[in-house]
């Protein structure tokens, strides 16, 4: 089993719909969570963390489920300009106490006129 | 406050030769994370390293692969007698703190591609 899994996609879907991603990772151990967006062949951009209580940003839902092991993003109302590849990123639970960041490969949106 | 900064944002080189990438972090980030990203993959973890010191090098290939972060400077990735393989976008990203409670910041990446 992959360390952080993500459903590639693509998500195709209308101005306006809302759409959610799933991300698991496979250890239990792991401590900080984020959801990062990515342009075509630019740089990853964060785009919030994960907390155990759930967070929101806008039209931005994170939240995590530990039980289950997986991190949650939802986006309402979705526009053109969200069109792009998600990345979960999980990091911690390494032995030694290593922080390495482990991103999953990513989903992607495509959100249609 | 400026970002990541990282050149070149192209290189080309043949087989064989040396390939050096540069990375400036965010001023006052001292950790700096660097990452590779084949086409149509996701990002792996190379290397992590603080000023003076590389914390962790468990995703970086053993051979002709290096990398460093002096107390003066930009953190350098140099990757020795390049092969096809090795053509990528490689990401530097920075960071205040251990990453474990922080966030990073990614520069907008060098493109190598290997001839």
């Known amino acids: 089993r992959k360390e952080v899994e993500q459903d590639p996609g693509p998500f195709n879907v209308p101005e306006g719909a809302t759409v959610a991603f799933n991300c698991t990772y496979s250890?239990?151990?792991?401590?900080?969570f984020f959801w990062y967006r990515q342009d075509c062949r630019k740089e990853p951009k964060l785009l919030m963390s994960?907390?155990?209580s759930g967070n929101e940003d806008g039209r931005f839902t994170a939240q995590l489920n530990r039980a289950s092991q997986y991190i949650s993003l939802l986006i309402r109302d979705s526009k053109l300009s969200d069109s792009a590849t998600y990345l979960c990123?999980?990091?911690?639970?390494?032995?030694?106490?290593?922080?390495?960041?482990?991103f999953g490969r990513g989903t992607s949106l495509i959100v249609h006129p | 406050n400026a970002g990541v900064m990282q050149n070149p944002r192209h290189l080309v080189r043949r087989r064989g030769q040396e390939a050096r990438l540069r990375c400036s972090p965010m001023?006052?980030?001292?950790?700096v994370y660097w990452y590779r990203q084949l086409p149509e993959e996701g990002l792996k973890f190379m290397v992590y390293?603080?000023?003076?010191?590389?914390?962790?090098e468990s995703g970086m290939p053993k051979e002709r692969f290096s990398a460093e972060f002096p107390k003066e400077g930009p953190s350098i990735l140099r990757i020795q007698q390049v092969v096809r393989g090795d053509s990528a976008a490689y990401f530097c990203?920075?960071?205040?703190?251990?990453?474990?409670?922080?966030?990073?910041?990614f520069g907008p990446g060098t493109r190598l591609t290997v001839t």
């Open positions: 001023k006052g980030h001292s950790h």
């Open positions: 990203a920075s960071s205040p703190r251990q990453s474990g409670v922080g966030e990073q910041y």
């Open positions: 994960v907390y155990s």
């Open positions: 390293l603080q000023k003076e010191n590389i914390i962790d």
């Open positions: 250890n239990s151990a792991s401590q900080s």
């Open positions: 990123v999980v990091i911690g639970g390494q032995a030694g106490g290593s922080y390495i960041p482990t």
